[in-house]
């Protein structure tokens, strides 16, 4: 039995959305087990964030079902839900030191003193901001606060957390930092998480599973590896970052297919730019850049624009060059026309 479990879930934006009745989400259905961390990933306008807010009880759901620990929570109020929510934006209080900040939630809740405090401390302490109690947000640095939030959240000890783009506002070091800080909280507390993001890379390393949204509808539910490696559809593919996408009937290179597959992709790193002659498609290069170790190509061929990689070093080619482009079989990504790679 899952422990959230939403169910044919629609939402409607009637006035935001056009005409009356218009679903911002529609026949939704995820299954997340207790204990562990689900990603709606997708890009903006994708409904994600919606989910979570109707998940949360500060949406009105229009049709389908939500359960959290097998109460249905479908018409629950919010603040009867016993969910705990982390914004883009922190949130916090900026009067109040670190320990009222996160004290707040159990002073609602009328913790006794001692306990308020105990718990306060431990959940300061798992952030590692025990030392800076007394001090107020605005002398912390932006990961420092994005702390704050995560233990004021915590410390409630809610049945669920959900987390609704929490990195986005800080830069790329210390959201890889604050990354691994997440998942350790995540793994010690043994609470359970909706994450929503619309970075790939912070899905692949937060998520137990990931649950990939376009235009309210879902696209595929996996394990991170199978969305990576074994994308369900043409737009999982291409938003995990496949650049070179083919119907089955325009392939490059010939390849033995079973009946269901309708398109095969590649990554850029797959495909290899090389002389002109000494590959399977010829080509024009179209743009190069450099990407560190090794350079990026765009050729234009007669299978369409291919994207692939040479060297740094001993690439002489320039825009309007004659190349020629080899794919590798095995690092092609195989989708059908149904979402089969669950994982």
């Not at 159990?106 to 431990?122: G, S, Y």
């Not at 409630?156 to 997440?182: G, H």
């Not at 730019?273 to 990407?291: F, I, M, W």
């Amino acid at each position: 039995m899952s422990y959230l479990a939403i169910q044919g879930l629609g939402v409607a934006y009637p006035q935001a959305r056009g005409p009356s009745g218009q679903q911002a989400v529609e026949g939704l259905s995820l299954a997340v087990p207790q204990g562990q961390l689900m990603s709606l990933l997708g890009p903006s306008g994708c409904g994600k964030t919606t989910t979570m807010r109707a998940v949360a009880g500060l949406l009105q759901a229009s049709a389908g079902r939500i359960e959290l620990a097998g109460q249905d929570i479908t018409r629950v109020p919010a603040h009867r839900r016993d969910i705990g929510l982390v914004f883009q934006s922190y949130a916090l209080f900026p009067h109040l030191s670190l320990f009222d900040n996160v004290a707040f939630g159990l002073r609602l809740r009328r913790v006794p003193a001692d306990a308020l405090k105990q718990r306060v401390e431990a959940a300061l302490g798992s952030v590692g901001l025990a030392d800076l109690a007394g001090r107020l947000p605005a002398q912390l640095s932006g990961g420092q606060q994005q702390r704050v939030a995560l233990a004021r959240a915590l410390v409630i000890r809610p049945r669920l957390l959900l987390l609704d783009e929490p990195l986005s506002n800080l830069d790329a070091r210390l959201r890889v930092e604050m990354r691994a800080e997440l998942r350790r909280l995540q793994r010690e507390s043994g609470i359970t998480m909706l994450y929503v993001t619309h970075d790939q890379d912070e899905a692949l390393s937060l998520s137990d599973r990931i649950a990939v949204m376009r235009q309210g509808r879902l696209e595929q539910d996996a394990a991170p590896a199978v969305v990576y490696h074994q994308p369900a559809t043409p737009f999982v593919a291409t938003f995990m970052g496949y650049e070179n996408l083919f119907e089955r009937s325009r392939l490059p290179v010939r390849m033995d297919l079973a009946p269901g597959v309708t398109h095969v992709a590649w990554r850029a790193a797959a495909v290899s730019v090389q002389a002109a002659g000494h590959a399977a498609l010829p080509g024009t290069v179209q743009s190069r850049s450099y990407a560190g170790d090794r350079l990026e190509f765009w050729v234009q061929t007669a299978a369409g624009p291919v994207k692939g990689v040479a060297p740094v070093d001993g690439t002489p080619w320039a825009e309007g060059d004659a190349v020629g482009v080899s794919f590798d079989p095995s690092k092609a990504a195989i989708i059908g026309d149904r979402m089969e790679a669950r994982g």
